[in-house]
């Protein structure tokens, strides 16, 4: 589940729309700029530096999408990090033009569909529900924020009363709806991009695993089976790039993120379940998400575990809660359980920086994943561009390493996150 080299045998593998591979590689390569990591990060990197006309090449030691890329919970959310926290860490004018940025990473998803005519199942439409009237505050607070920075896209807020026409179930006491937002296939919008980046020119392994990354003023990696030299390297590994660079791991935290997806409901009943399909996603500390597939399965993700421990069984510890949800799917079947690992910065803000000299990171994208992950490609294309306006803001934020690696930051962690939720229920 975690540790296969080909897919996780989730439902986004079982109904990807191409079944092209990548080869291996072997021997020596020199190009302009190499790419470690074949998720969104690596592959939006790559497409922005072949559409200026770089040769790029990009490893990845499983296949395309493998990692949290090709198993998340498929929701198009805009906003790159926390602005508050940019605006207390850095200033206002750089906490602005995050605000900017989490409506461009959105709409560069979008953008990148069109362009190269990606069949993702994109739909629009996504509603944060509340569970409490404290949530249901600071939903209110949200809408009013946007509003004042002039929001592009439509939002209301959801009364108890009008709950469901949009989810039935007596769980939630209000929401709030985004229609800029909402949901698609995040497996075959990765394979698509990266059809595109290859149509461009970039070479692209697969089950080429990185051993080792030579920085400095002529930076090269190291493979299983050969050497590629580069003018610079770009790290887009995140909590997979484990020991290949060291000194990254202390930083950021793999913590576990789990789906299930039913069998088919059947129109009239997933329907009647979310009327409008939209993407759904609560407000708690130890928050659920969930929405429909195209062939109307529900997709029902959580259970985010900061211990480090992967549970022994998905559905098992999954399906109480969708049941608790939704009581009038008991007896559903589950088709598919899946997991993997998503990077956590401990101040939730993605980790950019540069390694003596030429070689540049993302990481730590906190588990806001599709719409960030093609900004952080383009931030870290742009630095090779020389424009490093975007990059300085986030290279400005210290993150101090973790002491003892995962036997002490995942606890740690999972303590942490405990406190939160025991004052969530409190």
Request: glycine share 10%; proline share 4%.
């Amino acid at each position: 589940m975690l540790d296969t080299r080909e897919h996780a045998a989730s439902y986004y593998a079982a109904t990807r729309n191409t079944d092209v591979t990548y080869p291996g590689f072997s021997g020596e390569l020199r190009c302009d700029i190499a790419v470690v990591g074949g998720g969104f990060t690596g592959v939006s990197a790559a497409l922005y530096l072949a559409e200026r006309g770089y040769d790029v090449v990009l490893v990845e030691a499983n296949r395309i999408g493998w990692g949290a890329t090709g198993r998340n919970g498929g929701q198009l959310i805009d906003g790159f990090t926390n602005v508050e926290n940019i605006r207390k860490r850095i200033g206002s004018a750089e906490a602005d033009m995050v605000r900017a940025m989490g409506l461009e990473c959105r709409d560069i998803v979008v953008d990148r569909i069109k362009q190269y005519s990606i069949d993702c199942d994109l739909k629009f439409g996504f509603l944060d529900v509340a569970a409490r009237p404290a949530e249901m505050r600071d939903l209110e607070d949200y809408i009013e924020d946007s509003q004042r920075h002039h929001y592009p896209h439509e939002m209301r807020i959801v009364d108890q009363v009008d709950m469901r026409d949009y989810v039935e179930t007596d769980q939630y006491i209000g929401g709030l709806v985004n229609m800029g937002n909402g949901h698609l296939h995040p497996l075959n919008l990765c394979l698509g991009e990266a059809r595109a980046a290859s149509d461009l020119g970039v070479k692209i392994f697969e089950q080429t695993k990185v051993t080792r990354v030579r920085h400095g003023a002529k930076p090269f990696i190291e493979t299983e089976s050969g050497k590629i030299f580069a003018n610079k390297v770009l790290l887009a590994g995140n909590a997979y790039l484990r020991d290949t660079v060291p000194k990254l791991k202390r930083t950021v935290i793999p913590v576990g993120s789990y789906i299930i997806a039913t069998e088919p409901l059947g129109d009239e009943r997933a329907r009647a379940l979310l009327p409008p399909d939209m993407a759904y996603c609560e407000q708690c500390t130890a928050l659920n998400y969930f929405r429909l597939s195209t062939d109307g399965r529900m997709l029902f993700g959580g259970l985010c575990n900061y211990s480090g421990r992967n549970p022994k069984s998905i559905t098992a510890s999954l399906l109480p809660k969708l049941l608790k949800i939704f009581p009038q799917l008991e007896g559903v079947r589950v088709d598919y359980e899946w997991g993997g690992y998503i990077g956590i910065s401990v101040k939730r803000i993605p980790q950019f920086g540069r390694i003596e000299g030429n070689t540049y990171y993302v990481q730590g994208y906190s588990g806001h994943g599709i719409a960030p992950t093609h900004l952080g490609g383009k931030i870290l294309a742009d630095v090779v561009a020389g424009d490093t306006e975007q990059f300085d803001i986030f290279s400005k934020v210290f993150h101090f390493p973790m002491p003892g690696g995962k036997w002490f930051a995942n606890p740690a962690l999972a303590l942490g996150m405990m406190y939160y939720r025991i004052k969530e229920l409190l």
